[in-house]
């Protein structure tokens, strides 16, 4: 598909990847971040990757989704 329309247009995502996931290749996760940048604002789009991380997640990972949400969410009450 073409690019998104609208509000969505604008979207902020955040993409992870581990580069030794053996279950989803890195490249599968750097073909998806450049297909999402085709169809949404690039510069809203973040792709980190992370050393050593298999298909799992890390402390990192945890740190800059925390980042992501604190910056992106309104806080909760």
Known sequence: QGPIS???KDIAVLQCHGDCDPLVPLMFGSLTVEK???MINPANITFRTY???MHSSCIEEMMDVKQFIDKHLPPVD
Request: aromatic share 0%.
């Open 36 to 38: 999402l940048k085709s």
């Open 6 to 8: 609208g509000v969505n």
């Open 51 to 53: 050393s050593g991380m």
